[in-house]
């Protein structure tokens, strides 16, 4: 079966670092995706991952491994804007269908 | 606005009603996906076009779900006979494929109440 796990939620302060980890258990692997989603509004991409190593992207860096089933998306210097739930995504095979985990819920306090 | 668009945003329906969501993609994407989102959970992938063609479908899709997308651009997600399990977040996705690569652009959602 397929199984993606996040944990459910993180609190750090403003101007902190947060890491973010997601692991998974699939059938096959084409890629990872990180998205961003506010309450009640779509998921926006973030980053993509599909080799070993860390990918950066101003505020935003993630993380593959591959051998480990394992991806963490890193935020520095939070602002409260980046107050959201983060979702780890999964392609398990060239179609790009997604498959995603439940989301961590990441709160930024003053 | 470029981005994906859906409508409408909001449906609130009886137990019973049928109901029709409208996904417009980004023009030039040929791939188009629904998902389904509960609070709390992440999006569900339920179909996906590749131009016209249906492609696939989850087994989450009873056979009250149809989708279409018949001239290859917008796509309707119909559910009939609407039960109170069904209210949720309808995510509607568009991408373009290249160099083996896809990200998926969501639209902002239509949110149903079934009552």
């Known amino acids: 079966g397929q199984n993606i796990d996040q944990p459910t939620e993180m609190t750090a302060t403003e101007g902190a670092i947060v890491q973010i980890n997601c692991t998974y258990q699939t059938s096959g692997f084409n890629g990872l995706f990180w998205y961003q989603q506010h309450a009640g509004e779509a998921p926006t991409f973030l980053s993509y991952?599909?080799?070993?190593g860390l990918e950066e992207k101003g505020r935003f860096s993630s993380f593959l491994s591959r051998s480990k089933g394992y991806s963490y998306l890193l935020l520095k210097e939070l602002q409260m804007k980046d107050s959201a739930s983060y979702l780890c995504?999964?392609?398990?095979?060239?179609?790009?269908?997604?498959?995603f985990g439940a989301g961590t819920q990441v709160v930024v306090t003053p | 606005d470029t981005g994906v668009s859906q409508d409408p945003r909001h449906k609130i329906t009886k137990r019973g009603q049928n109901v029709t969501f409208r996904c417009d993609p980004i023009s030039e994407h040929n791939r188009l996906y629904w998902y389904r989102q509960t609070l709390g959970q992440g999006p569900e992938f339920l179909t996906y076009?590749?131009?016209?063609?249906?492609?696939?479908k989850s087994r989450l899709l009873s056979d009250r779900f149809s989708a279409e997308r018949p001239k290859g651009s917008f796509s309707t997600l119909e559910i009939q006979r609407t039960e109170q399990g069904d209210s949720a977040m309808y995510l509607c996705?568009?991408?373009?494929?290249?160099?083996?690569?896809?990200?998926?652009?969501f639209g902002p959602g239509t949110r149903l109440l079934v009552l």
């Open positions: 995504a999964i392609t398990t095979d060239s179609w790009g269908k997604f498959q």
């Open positions: 076009f590749q131009n016209e063609a249906q492609l696939e």
């Open positions: 996705a568009s991408s373009f494929r290249t160099g083996g690569r896809e990200t998926q652009y």
């Open positions: 991952n599909v080799l070993d």
